[in-house]
């Protein structure tokens, strides 16, 4: 803060990118779960496989988006309520299925679009309540 002014972060717009933040980092953090399994292969739980997982590049990647949302979490929570915001965060649900669509090259059936509809509709009727 300089001046008495409030800096951008603690605007509707600072809202929104710290919105955005965390659906990019918990999507990211998820697909690339997914990919680091994969580079993973088919192993057994012991320690040759912690070992692997060690230095599989998409499992550090996950990580990295892990500990990005976390703290990204940590600055949406000062400034929302929590009854509001952790509904809001499904919506990582919509950006899972978009990057595992388009990223993984997954099929998405008719069902899956309807349900983030659904999600979608849901979360305008958390966030239309909350304005009352």
């Not at 299925?97 to 305008?124: K, P, R, T």
Request: contains cysteine.
């Amino acid at each position: 803060m300089t001046n008495g002014k409030v800096g951008w972060l603690h605007e509707r717009l600072g809202t929104v990118v710290l919105w955005a933040l965390l659906i990019g980092f918990e999507s990211a953090g998820q697909i690339a779960t997914k990919v680091g399994g994969d580079q993973l292969g088919q192993m057994d739980f012991n320690l040759k496989w912690l070992m692997a997982v060690a230095v599989t590049p998409g499992v550090w990647l996950a990580i990295v988006c892990y500990i990005g949302a976390f703290f990204v979490w940590m600055l949406i929570l000062r400034r929302s309520n929590l009854s509001l915001a952790f509904p809001l965060s499904s919506l990582v649900f919509i950006g899972v299925l978009l990057g595992s669509w388009l990223g993984l090259g997954e099929h998405i059936s008719v069902l899956h679009w309807v349900g983030v509809a659904v999600i979608m509709g849901g979360i305008a009727l958390l966030a239309e309540g909350e304005q009352t």
